[in-house]
């Protein structure tokens, strides 16, 4: 169930306990606050609730900034609710939230309107006008609410605390497994399959073209990739061009995966696209006939890597 703040919480969904954060890339430091929201929850015969920010802050603040998300509200919807959570609660981030103070989000917000009865969050977790809250205020507001509050440490890895910032690093640098072992899964783009300028028919690769919108670009490149249509659950493997495609004109940005093997209509389809390996950057060359033996190459690679079936 997804909710929005501005919603009347249902009679059955107050007292809940909440998992308090941005969440985006839900990688392994989400999940452990998470993890300790349901835990409470359960333990105490409450609903679990995990509630996120969309747009996010950052995106609110400075419009300006390039695209930086790591999933959609869909993406953690589905994860959020496989780690336990009963519901998702979207504050959505507009000038009025923005102009909140802490006091008001903890006391008015969380406790009158949304009935919170306990909140988890990570330690560095701040909110309110001028990032005027933290643990220690939502520990202090929340008590005179009765609302209880929890902070979980980070979570390290390597010797290095995990964060989204990493991950995006890491995804900048084509470093895929890099980033899956902090999210604990492979990066993965959802998108609706859109039509592009056939292209990669023409060449004898038909692509499933995926607009971008707000996600984190990756390093661009050719990437070994798999896919899940969403509204079949079919399950595919291919090699992915994520870029702007230097040897057309006008240069865009898109994600064209081609899938092995697969004869079918995905125009319309939602598809859920997995980044495995980073196999190259992008390249521009001297003819389509250079293009077409690389990618041929390209995609015997994505194969190898990937386990694929010749």
């Known amino acids: 169930m997804r909710l929005s703040h501005r919603d009347t919480i249902p009679e059955n969904l107050r007292g809940a306990v909440i998992a308090l954060g941005n969440f985006d890339g839900f990688h392994l430091g989400h999940q452990h606050v998470v993890a300790e929201a349901v ?8 609903p679990a609730i995990v509630a996120t920010f969309d747009p996010h802050p950052v995106r609110h603040f400075a419009p300006h900034v390039p695209p930086f998300r790591l999933t959609t509200l ?26 909140m103070s802490a006091e008001s989000f903890v006391r008015d917000l969380l406790g009158i309107h949304i009935g919170a009865g306990g909140v988890v969050t990570g330690e560095d977790f701040t909110f309110g ?23 979980i440490g980070p979570v390290g890895e390597d010797g290095q605390t995990i964060s989204s910032s990493r991950i995006r690093d890491a995804l900048k ?4 497994d890099v980033a899956a072992k902090l999210l604990t899964r492979p990066f993965t783009i959802r998108g609706t399959v859109v039509h592009g300028d056939k292209r990669g ?21 050719i990437y070994a990739v798999t896919g899940r249509v969403l509204s079949s659950g079919q399950l595919l493997q291919g090699a992915a061009n994520m870029g ?14 081609y899938f092995f093997d697969f004869d079918g209509d995905l125009y319309g389809e939602e598809v ?8 190259r950057p992008e390249a521009k060359f001297d003819d389509l006939e250079a293009l077409k033996s690389q990618m041929e190459r390209d995609c015997e690679e994505a194969r190898s890597l990937l386990g694929a079936a010749s």
């Open 272 to 279: 859920d696209v997995a980044f495995h390996h980073f196999i």
């Open 173 to 176: 640098a084509g470093e895929c």
């Open 201 to 221: 028919r023409e060449l004898g690769y038909p692509t499933a073209n995926i607009e971008l919108g707000h996600y984190l670009r990756p390093r661009f490149g």
């Open 39 to 46: 835990r409470w929850a359960r333990a105490e015969g409450r």
């Open 129 to 151: 006008k001028g990032r005027g809250g933290n643990t220690q205020v939502l520990r202090d507001i929340g008590a005179q609410c009765g609302i209880e509050a929890r902070a």
């Open 74 to 99: 869909g993406q953690r919807e589905e994860l959020f609710g496989a780690a336990g959570a009963d519901a998702m609660l979207v504050f959505t981030f507009d000038d009025d939230l923005a102009a």
């Open 244 to 257: 702007v495609r230097p040897q057309f004109e006008p240069p865009k940005e898109l994600l064209e995966p």
